[in-house]
C-alpha cells in the first residue's frame, strides 16, 4: 500500500448490453473489488461490437488512467473481436498463444478444437494470459489493459485470478447512514460538512420506501480517522433536524 | 419513420455507480425503450461526480450523437452539479427556470422550498422542462441533451413523458434462439450466416444452465422480411448439428 492513488476505466464490450437485452453485472462487481484493493474506478464505457469503436477506445483510455479492464467478446464466435481489435490498438501482431492453445488442447476432445475455438488461443503477442477456472478459455494482459470474459461468473474467477498482482494504494473506506428525511432538508448542513472536510467523499442518495422519502448519506474516504470525525459529525447535523438516523451495516 | 438511422448515448452520472455500491438499472431500460422508438443507444458512460469530467465528456459526445440522455445529479444536494455542468458544457448561464419553480412552489409547503431544494429550479438558459409526474422536480431538455434523474423511477416517468418528442427512424426487430450446444460448434455456420446478411445483426451470447453449456443466438434488424429468412436460415444451420432449440417469446 502506497500514498500513490490508481485508478482504472472499465469497457464493456457487447450490443447486448447497449440494447437492454442483458443487464451489466460487471461494473459492479468490479467497482466493489478495485475499491477494496486501493484502486478506484473513475469511468467505464459501454461500446458496441464494432472494432473501429474499440481500438479507438482502447487508445483513448489506456494513457489516461493506470489500468483498463475490458470484459465481453472472447469467445469462439464472429461477434467475438476484442482480443484481435486490442492487437490492433496496441500495433502488435494477433497470433497464436502456445499456453492458450495448450490448455485449450487440454480441454477439449480429439477432433472438438475447431478452427472457431482456436481463435480463442489467439492474444495480442506479448499478452500475458489470465487463469479462467471456470471453463479454461483464458483472459489475457497487455500492459496496463486486462481482458476479461463478459459472462459474470467467469468474469468474476479471472478477476481473482490476478488481483494478487494488481498494485493499489489505500482502500477505500465507506460509512453509509439512512436518515428519514427528505434530502432537501438535509443539503445544507451536509453541503457545510462536505467543505470542512474536502478528503471525505460525501454522497447523499435519495430513494422511497414505504411511500416515504428517505436518503442514503455516504461517507468515503481512504483516512479512518478523518471519516470517523466527519462521521460523528453528521450524526450531528442529523440530530439538529430531528430526523431519526442509523448507521447501515458495514 | 424514416430510413434515417438514429443514434444516443447515455452518460450516467454518478460516484456511486462506479464504487459498485448502486447498481444501475437505467441503462438497460433506455436501450430497450430506445429501440423501440427507432432509436440505437451506441454507446454509455459511467462518469463522476466531477464538474470538468461532466463537462468534458458531455461535450465529446452531444457532437457525436443524435441524442445524449444523462442520468443523475439533479437533486438538491452538494454532490448534485448536473444541471450547472449542462450550462458550461454549452457555455450558457445557469438560472432559475421560471415553471420549475412554479413547480416547486406548488409541491412545498410554505417555508419549506428552501435554498437548496430551489437549486432544482435552476436549469441552463433556453432549457425545455421534462415533467416528472412521479416527484415534481423537472428534468430538463437543451439541444440534443435530455437531463434525466438518476432513480430509475423517476428515469423512467421522464421517459415517458417525453418520448412522443422524439424522432427515430425503424424500430429494430429480433428474434432470439436458445441453442443446447456449447457455441464453439455453432461458430462456423453462425459466421457464415452473418456474412450473407449484413443488414441482420446476429449475436451469440453463452450462458449455462444445469451445469449444461447453452446459448442464445440473437438476431436484429430494422427489415423484418431479412430477419424472417435468416431466421429460417438459422434454424436449418441449428438442426444440421443435430443440436436441440426453441425460439425465446418476443
Not at 29 to 49: K, Q
Not at 92 to 114: S, T
Not at 122 to 132: D, H, Q
Not at 186 to 206: C, F, H, I, N, T
Amino acid at each position: 500500500m502506497s500514498e500513490k492513488t490508481y485508478n482504472a476505466c472499465l469497457l464493456v464490450i457487447g450490443n447486448e448490453i447497449l440494447s437492454g437485452r442483458t443487464q451489466d453485472r460487471n461494473l459492479q462487481f468490479l467497482g466493489e473489488r478495485l475499491n477494496s484493493l486501493g484502486i478506484r474506478l473513475m469511468e467505464a464505457r459501454v461500446i458496441p461490437d464494432v472494432a473501429d469503436v474499440i481500438v479507438d477506445t482502447i487508445n483513448q483510455v489506456r494513457g489516461a488512467f493506470d489500468y483498463v479492464f475490458t470484459t465481453g467478446g472472447i469467445g469462439p464466435t464472429h461477434d467475438d473481436i476484442t482480443s484481435e481489435c486490442v492487437a490492433r490498438a496496441f500495433g502488435v501482431r494477433h497470433c497464436e498463444h502456445p499456453e492458450a492453445r495448450a490448455i485449450l488442447e487440454a480441454l477439449y476432445e480429439p477432433g472438438q478444437l475447431n478452427e472457431a475455438r482456436l481463435r480463442m488461443a489467439k492474444t495480442p503477442e506479448g499478452a500475458t494470459l489470465i487463469e479462467n477456472p471456470v471453463s479454461k478459455a483464458p483472459g489475457f494482459q497487455i500492459e496496463n489493459v486486462y481482458v476479461l470474459a463478459g459472462i459474470p461468473s467467469i468474469m468474476q474467477a479471472m478477476v481473482g485470478s490476478l488481483q494478487h498482482g494488481l498494485a493499489g494504494g489505500l482502500p477505500m473506506q465507506s460509512r453509509s447512514l439512512t436518515v428519514e428525511a427528505p434530502e432537501g432538508r438535509l443539503a445544507k448542513g451536509l453541503g457545510e460538512l462536505q467543505e470542512r472536510y474536502p478528503d471525505v467523499e460525501m454522497g447523499s442518495y435519495p430513494f422511497s420506501r414505504d411511500g416515504r422519502f428517505a436518503v442514503r448519506l455516504v461517507l468515503r474516504s481512504t483516512r479512518e480517522d478523518h471519516l470517523a470525525t466527519a462521521a460523528s459529525e453528521l450524526e450531528g447535523v442529523v440530530a439538529e433536524l430531528g430526523a431519526s438516523a442509523r448507521w447501515d451495516p458495514v
